[in-house]
């Protein structure tokens, strides 16, 4: 299967600096606000004097307004190894030979993570006439992932990255001040070379239509 070259790494996203991380309940309703689409850009608000300086990275990025990880168009991402839904433990060098989604989202159950989910779930008959598999990641446990998975009837994997190490290895770039995990999409071809990289937090089924863009188109 050939893939048509994709015009840039990744979507524009908002690089605001960030600001301490919340904790607990706080965090958790943090999340489910992030999760849920959004048109704000997020005028107004202003940095801190006291807060830390920006990471040169996210520095870099405000002044273009992208985003790009360590994983880039054209590179082989570092295998990982992570347990399902199930407890089973999964490799990403398991699916090669076919194309492969990687999807990162922020929680379990948030609004805008299940729309997600579920739009993956309605597409999946596509994606699998495409050769393609779908994978997702969150840092939930697998426990979370399950009860996910059969509350909302998903037929693809979900992968278990507490401590979000696969996360920190990809350089997928966090949202919302830097607090809370972003959401980004991945399409791996057949050799396991990333060809084409989504991301957009606010509208979470845009990342289904993107993608089967790219695998349709050959």
């Not at 689409?37 to 870099?60: D, E």
Request: net charge positive.
């Amino acid at each position: 299967m050939a893939f048509t070259p994709s015009t840039a790494c990744c979507k524009p996203s908002l690089a605001l600096a960030p600001r301490a991380s919340s904790r607990g309940s706080a965090a958790r309703a943090q999340a489910a606000l992030l999760c849920t689409p959004s048109t704000s850009a997020f005028r107004g608000l202003r940095t801190p004097a006291s807060a830390a300086p920006a990471p040169r990275w996210r520095r870099s990025a405000a002044s273009t307004g992208i985003v790009c990880g360590k994983v880039s168009k054209g590179s082989v991402p570092p295998n990982f190894t992570l347990k399902d839904q199930n407890g089973k433990p999964v490799s990403l060098n398991k699916f090669k030979g076919k194309p492969v989604v990687v999807y990162f989202y922020p929680a379990d159950e948030t609004p805008g993570c299940t729309k997600q989910a579920c739009a993956f779930r309605d597409s999946y008959e596509k994606f699998k006439k495409a050769g393609a598999e779908v994978i997702g990641i969150s840092g939930d446990d697998a426990a979370s992932h399950k009860a996910f998975a059969q509350k909302y009837r998903l037929p693809f994997t979900l992968l278990s990255d507490e401590g979000n190490r696969v996360r920190k290895e990809w350089g997928v770039p966090a949202d919302l001040f830097g607090t809370l995990p972003g959401r980004q999409t991945y399409v791996l071809d057949k050799q396991g070379v990333v060809q084409y990289i989504y991301n957009n937090q606010f509208q979470p089924e845009k990342h289904i239509g993107e993608t089967l863009k790219i695998l349709q188109s050959t």
